[in-house]
């Protein structure tokens, strides 16, 4: 008996405990308000609205018909499915409804229903609708996370709910003049992004347009800021409304929900380009015989010939803009054997040394869940053609995000910052639970080696192919890409990524936009499709900003 007592008593006593409560008390819960998601600014991107669960104590109930009845009908609900569940479930207490609106559970309580309770809920509220929808992404019915930013930052948003405890008797009904125990719900935390809800606009704007003008697959932006790897901007279009998301089709929100721009991979082309002259002019400035100093006349030829296998340049060369071209007039031109020239002699170690220095073939470490870190050869497994091909950006494939980081890091005094979405977790406006700063993750290239690089990239859009990203009294600089895109491992015909990657102030760099085209309908070269986007992108942070030109009045 002793030996039975302490079993009773000590090892199950707690368990029995629990045991004993929940039989002789009912709960209602109390959700907690999910956190809100603001841009740097403080506008609200995300939030809730009020709304109530409704839920009944079956034993309570004295006639299940007329309860049923009442609820189909102030709920909006089928009667036989909630008949159903007053008469067929086991459990003994059942959810009728969730996210009800206040003026039917005003219109509920006014019927005085036994057994019928109802609590505080909330629903996830989107002001703002098909607006950064890959990157906010969406909630379940239950509050919870399930893509984007709210999946990513879920523990921090979803707050602990609480309950409310009834004493009941042996069937579950509450005991009257009893006191109910209140336990709290303690709501969710706040995320700031680095997002400036000026700048998304704008954004969203310009590839809503691309995608209405060019019939592309996709039409996707990303705007960062160079100097901390801050992420402005973010846009995917085709998209949804976040406040209607199409649960019911799979495949749509599937392909709608995907944040191409770090999720997908595509073969950069001539936007590639920028790494090699990146390699190519810090090799030279450290002393590599192996180099091409800035002033070095490349042969005109279109061709090269590498083990055998002839590469060409995009031009015939028919109009004498190829000949006699140095490295600046290489990418304003954006010649393929110029680059094929700088990448077999630097060597594949030297180019892979760069490559990896700016996180090509592995991912970045944005704060986003799926992101892919895009394919790069093995060095080992480098033959001599595909050394020729990665120097113009073939045979190896980049994310939205690799692309960009990485131009950034060339153009903004050679540093690499890691991107990110969110800047701050909040528990209110002034109490901040943990800031995220910008994270330098290395140095890729000298400062000296940066500002020849731009210097050259804004050469490519006052001068170049980049030029219908020029804007006249800003010192614009950038690169275009145009790729040929692969189904089944052979060229698919007529299907291209047409892209540009351009900054501004070229000098000091700000703002760096990545416009990515994918399929576009007709014409199909990004010097063309993806440019003037970008210079619209531009020319509306400046007019957000009120940036004053820098030359020219």
Known sequence: MIGRLLWVQVIRGEDLQEKAIEQWTREIPVIAARGKITDRNGVVLAENADTYTVFVRKSAVKDAQTTARALAETLALDYDYVYNRLTKTSSSEVTVARHAERDRLEALLERDLSGVYYSRDNKRVYPYGDFLTQ???????????????????????????????????????????????????????SVRLTVDFEIQEIAEQAMEKAYEVQKPKSAAALVLDPSTGEILACTVKPSFDLNDVPRDDLAALNALGRNTLLSDSFEPGSTFKIVTAAANVEEYLKGNPKAFSTEHVFNSSRYRYVAGQRVKCWSTHSNGKHSALNLAGALNNSCNPVFVDIALSLGTETMYEYMEKLNFGSVTGVDFNGEAQGMLLPSTAVKEVDLARIGFGQTVAVTGIQLASAAAAVVNGGVYYAPHFVSGIYATEDLVAEVIPPQAKGRAISEEASRIVA?????????????????????????????????????????????????????????????????????????TVAAPYAKEIFEGIIAAKGIRPQYGG
């Open 135 to 189: 990157v906010l992404g969406f909630t379940s019915d239950d509050n919870m996370g399930q893509s984007g930013l709210e999946l990513r930052y879920n523990k921090y948003l979803k707050g602990i709910d609480g309950e409310i405890l009834y004493e009941t008797d042996i069937v579950g009904v509450e005991i009257e003049g009893s006191a109910p125990t209140y336990i709290p719900a303690t709501d969710g935390l």
């Open 455 to 527: 210097g050259m990239l804004e050469d490519v859009v006052s001068e170049g192919s980049g030029k219908q990203a020029f804007i006249e009294g800003y010192r614009v600089g950038g690169k275009t890409g145009t790729a040929q895109k692969y189904e089944n491992g052979v060229i698919a015909a007529g299907k291209y990524v047409s892209s540009f990657v351009g900054f501004f102030p070229a000098n000091d760099p700000k703002y760096l936009a990545l416009v990515i085209v994918d399929e576009p309908e007709g014409e199909y070269y990004g010097s």
